[in-house]
């Protein structure tokens, strides 16, 4: 449910940064379309405005030809016509031609087509009858201004084309008397049109409505004189009216651009501007690149804080659910370990009582023994319970020590393969570096055996069960994970399998006491449990990976050690060693603990004094010339507890020796440290023989 629940949020978290990403998107969007058509509008009235400009400035280089032709005609009406003498007629002819920049020639035909008069004297006595021009103004009965299809020239440099403009000539008496003609040279435009801003790859055209090219600019050479056929601007002019904008090709495969032309029709010509359409986006598409990269970063950036804050929620959701598991334990362990202290007291008295009777009904008879053996038997068992129970609850006495992870699975080797069984094949990878760990070796080794046997039972068909110890660092992810684990160097002590494996339902729970997932009287749910608490209890961490079908990984870390590996050499001591009349002191607030321990001390030959608290145990010392060896419960009732028992006496007799007793290995070992190193501890349950070995000990110097 939980999981459901944060994976509902992250989708909605998704959803909603999504959501925010395409609304944006879409608002960046809406607002370059909406630039991109204000750009090309102003990219169409900018291309209409230039050409009404070049209409004016081509309509201005027309009346300035026309005009000369005006003075022409009335000149010549004043000096007798086409057929003035030439005396008469050059001088005028010239004195006009110098005015006028755009115009390459001035001529005069006589009323039969033939030039009479011009500026350029290689054509006088050549025929124009069969001109458009002559042809036209012969039957016109209105005077007006004539332009003839362009022509290439003959005799001025580079033979340009040329317009002939012709207005007709009368006599006196208003008869036609011939034309007067003046050739425009389009090429001289140019310099002009070069001057108009249409950008890098726009183009300015004047067309001859006749099909022919009378000025580009920009143009790498002189493009006058070519035909306008398949031009698909030039066909577009021939369709439509006067003046248009439009987009669209020059040419078949040409670049789209922004068209627009205006039509000089009484002359024939046509002026057009293109701007390239590309070229009039440059900025915006700056601006869309820009905007594309800006919304790009913005969503790695959403997306990167996505998977930090769905991360930080797996981590945190990991964290607290591993804290809810690890209170949901300790409060399982707190109740156990309660109920196991309770219980060990009982054990300790019937186990004691048991020994004793044993000894004294050694001569009753083979039933009498037997009874005793069967009771002595039960209340073993039921320490071994009370022993897992407090092992979970971590409260089980503990005897750390520096070890090499190595030699420790090593050394389990003959064991495990007898407890596994002949279908089960062993395998145990030991690091090639030393696996320096501060653990308690006994333990360790039964928390193995309980690894071993569960995953045994999890191969009912046999094979390869894996035993690895390494050294490996937990980084801070990991620790981010898992609550209870500090990030560093640590040992791995790992069990694998390929079993059956655990289904993920029950993963959570396989560290709770009595929970298994074995068939009835196939086993108690202490083992994992027992495990558990000791990784625990020493400090260290435990991770189970299972897949069901596929098996089970159970890897226990433990703080990896500076410390070297110490052999620590066990002192030989008989079954039941006895005392020479040391003095005991015996601090118990069971009374039944007290006088049991009392009477197992005085039969192995130990002077023994019992107190109830820790106020009588220091008013009997005070009287007390003698005391070898404290005896104490750790938790006691009163003010004072057995440390600081310990504590004081030991203060008032440096030479005393301390031996605790207790079920709670967390009380002994954070107090029986800060007492003296020659503190030892003393578990309950315990027989005679146990306490008689505990004390011998605790005496040794």
């Keep these: 449910m939980v999981t459901k629940a944060r994976r509902t949020r992250k989708l909605s978290i998704s959803l909603l940064a999504l959501f925010a990403l395409v609304g944006l998107a879409g608002l960046r969007g809406a607002d370059l379309f909406e630039r991109r058509e204000q750009i090309l509008r102003a990219g169409d009235q900018r291309a209409a405005n230039l050409t009404l400009i070049l209409d ?13 032709l005006r003075q022409l005609t009335i000149a010549g009406h004043r000096i007798g016509g086409a057929h003035a003498p030439s005396t008469a007629w050059l001088p005028i002819l010239r004195s006009a031609w110098a005015g006028l920049t755009a115009i390459g020639s001035l001529s005069v035909t006589d009323a039969e087509g033939i030039i009479r008069h011009s500026t350029l004297p290689e054509i006088i006595g050549e025929s124009r009858r069969g001109n458009f021009v002559f ?83 920009p143009s790498g ?52 501007v293109s701007l390239s359409e590309h070229e009039l986006l440059d900025e915006w598409r700056s601006d869309s690149a820009m905007s594309i990269a800006v919304l790009g970063l913005l969503a790695a950036m959403v997306v990167a804080y996505l998977v930090v804050t769905f991360r930080q929620m797996d981590v945190r959701a990991a964290a607290e659910l591993a804290a809810s598991r690890s209170q949901r334990l300790e409060s399982l362990g707190q109740l156990t370990g309660g109920v196991a202290h309770d219980f060990n007291n009982l054990l300790t008295v019937i186990l004691g009582n048991a020994s004793l009777l044993k000894l004294e009904a050694s001569g009753q008879g083979a039933a009498t023994s037997e009874y005793l053996d069967e009771i002595e038997r039960a209340a073993t ?7 897992q129970l407090l092992a979970f609850a971590r409260r089980q006495p503990l005897q750390p020590r520096i070890v090499d992870a190595n030699e420790l699975v090593t050394a389990t080797r003959p064991i495990l393969a007898r407890t ?110 027992m495990v558990y608490g000791f990784v625990k209890q020493s400090g260290g961490h435990i991770k189970v990976y299972s897949e069901l079908g596929h098996g089970t990984a159970v890897k226990m870390y433990f ?40 009477r ?45 028992v310990a504590t004081e006496l030991v203060r008032q007799r440096p030479n005393l020796r301390v031996l605790y007793v207790s079920g709670y290995s967390a009380d002994v070992l954070s107090h029986a440290a800060a007492v003296e190193t020659t503190a030892q501890v003393i578990t309950k349950p315990y027989d005679r023989r146990q306490l008689a070995r505990a004390v011998w000990t605790a005496l040794q110097p």
């Design 420 to 529: 596994l069984g002949a279908n089960v094949t062993l395998k145990i990878k030991v690091s090639a570096m030393p696996c320096v760990c501060r653990l308690d070796p006994v333990q360790a080794e039964t928390a193995l055996l309980n690894l071993c046997v569960n995953a045994r039972d999890a191969m009912p068909n046999g094979g390869i069960l894996l035993i690895e110890s390494a050294r490996v660092t937990l980084d801070r992810d990991y620790a981010r994970q898992n609550a209870d684990v500090t990030a560093g160097p640590y040992v791995m002590i790992a069990v694998n399998d390929g079993g059956t494996g655990i289904a993920p339902e029950h993963l959570a729970r396989v560290f709770e006491p009595f929970f298994t997932t074995k068939g009835p009287a196939q086993g108690t749910g202490l083992g994992l449990s």
């Design 381 to 387: 068992s039921a320490s071994e319970l009370t022993r």
């Design 600 to 644: 197992i001390l005085e039969s192995l030959g130990y002077r023994v004094l019992s107190a109830a608290d820790g106020a009588a145990a220091l008013a009997i010392a005070r009287s007390e010339p003698r005391i070898d060896v404290l005896l104490t419960d750790v938790v006691l009732s009163g003010p004072m507890n057995g440390r600081e």
């Design 221 to 272: 050479s002189n493009p006058i004189g070519e035909t306008a056929s398949g031009y698909a601007l030039f066909d577009r002019m021939l369709r439509s009216g006067d003046s248009d904008v439009f987009r669209g090709s020059s040419t078949l495969g040409a670049p789209i651009s922004r068209h627009a032309y205006r039509k000089l029709s009484d002359l024939r010509i046509a002026l057009s």
């Design 56 to 68: 004016g400035y081509l309509r201005q280089t027309f009346a300035a030809a026309d005009a000369s």
């Design 135 to 217: 042809q036209r103004l012969v039957s016109a009965t209105a005077d007006v201004l004539v332009a003839d299809t362009p022509v290439q020239t003959r005799f001025a440099p580079g033979r340009p084309i040329a317009i002939p403009l012709a207005r007709r000539l009368t006599n006196k008496t208003g008869s036609f008397d011939g034309v007067v003609v003046a050739t425009l040279i389009p090429d001289s435009l140019r310099g002009f049109f070069r001057k108009v801003d249409v950008g890098r790859e726009g183009i300015v055209t004047v067309w001859h409505l006749d099909g022919v090219v009378l000025a580009r600019e």
């Design 559 to 598: 703080p990896e050690a500076a410390l070297p590996v110490t052999v620590q050499e066990e002192p030989q001591i008989e079954n039941e060693p006895r005392g020479q009349r040391e003095v005991v002191l015996i601090v118990e607030d069971e009374a039944a603990v007290r006088a049991l321990g009392a």
